[in-house]
């Protein structure tokens, strides 16, 4: 089956410095990533979609400068959280997007917990 | 746009018992319906979705949900729970013509010895 993974799984940083996650789609080739946030005991929001070679479509609310996404290819999206501060700690997790009958279907990576102290 | 809502936020059955999961959406569109476990610290795991076809769809583990677009529902059921079904469960939608996923805001199953 599709795997996707993503890396660091957790990463403990200090306030105002940037973060750099890592999502890689490690058996097929996404066109289409996603990228979500979720709160403890909350659920996942969506917070952008990124196609390989474009720019990343930010969900409203989710400040573009703070929250950097870059799909340079096929099997791989970053973002990076600058400048973190300790309202930014929360798992995020991605999914890549594979093009299933008409269907983008989404497998997911594992999360990363960011903590910002 | 779509919302989705499940009802119970938590729900707990004891070992062997049947347990049902509600998820009602809303949906100016056609949409793709999909139910996702996740275990803590992890990410989110597909049990099964509806694209088109029969209205009762059978997933992994022993999970089946049936889709009613009259009620505009798509409850999630296991006839027997085991221990390891412990986790939180999240509806979700997509519009045929988008690939974004709405979520639900998750349900809670603990599961009692």
């Known amino acids: 089956g599709a795997v996707v993974s993503q890396h660091p799984s957790w990463v403990i940083c200090k306030s105002g410095t940037s973060v750099k996650i890592e999502c890689r789609s490690l058996d097929f080739q996404a066109t289409t990533m996603f990228w979500y946030r979720q709160f403890p005991k909350q659920s996942l929001m969506l917070m952008a979609t990124s196609n390989e070679g474009s720019k990343a479509t930010y969900e409203q609310g989710v400040e573009k400068d703070k929250f950097l996404i870059n799909h340079a290819s096929l099997t791989l999206s970053t973002l990076t959280v600058t400048s973190a501060h300790p309202e930014d700690s929360s798992f995020y997790i991605c999914?890549?997007?594979?093009?299933?009958?008409?269907?983008?279907?989404?497998?997911f990576g594992p999360g990363t917990r960011l903590t910002v102290l | 746009a779509q919302s989705v809502t499940q009802l119970d936020s938590q729900v707990p059955v004891f070992e062997e018992a049947p347990v049902e999961l509600r998820c009602n959406y809303s949906s100016s569109v056609s949409v793709y319906l999909f139910w996702y476990v996740q275990y803590p610290n992890q990410g989110l795991q597909l049990l099964l979705k509806y694209l088109s076809g029969s209205t009762l769809v059978k997933g992994i583990n022993g999970f089946e949900a049936e889709f009613n677009k009259s009620q505009t529902s798509f409850h999630l059921r296991k006839p027997s729970v085991h221990i390891s079904d412990t986790a939180e469960y999240f509806c979700a939608v997509s519009s045929f013509a988008g690939n974004k996923l709405t979520f639900g805001g998750g349900t809670r199953v603990l599961v009692k010895p």
């Open positions: 999914s890549a997007g594979e093009l299933v009958s008409s269907y983008n279907e989404q497998f």
